[in-house]
């Protein structure tokens, strides 16, 4: 993959993270308030690793740095932001998968 393309990935995640946040913080109403908090524990997760996603490129291994951050988006702020919107914790079971994969990422700028 060319590493020029994590800008694009990076640009299509901020969108997301900022409309996403932008709907937590003024539309989202869930009856159990404690939802509210999970969505914004997602939303700010998926805005500071998007802004990490956009310096893949001048990592040494692009692919894998932003491979990794992609893959915690989705599976950490994702499922995060499926649990809030349906107020159900039983979809959450790949919140940790994400959890690791951020670590990994940050683990990779290492080698």
Known sequence: MN???????????????LGLGTYG??????ENPTYKEVWQTASLYHLVHTAAL??????KHPNIFG????T???AFSGTCYTVAFLEDRKF???APFGGFAFI????????
Do not use: Y
């Open 54 to 59: 956009v310096t893949a490129p001048i990592t």
């Open 72 to 74: 915690g988006i989705l």
């Open 67 to 70: 491979g990794l951050l992609t």
């Open 25 to 30: 913080a003024h539309g989202f109403k869930p």
């Open 104 to 111: 990994a990422a940050w683990a990779s700028l290492l080698f």
């Open 3 to 17: 590493p020029q393309l994590w800008h694009k990935v990076a640009a299509l995640s901020g969108v997301a993270a």
């Open 92 to 94: 959450s079971t790949l």
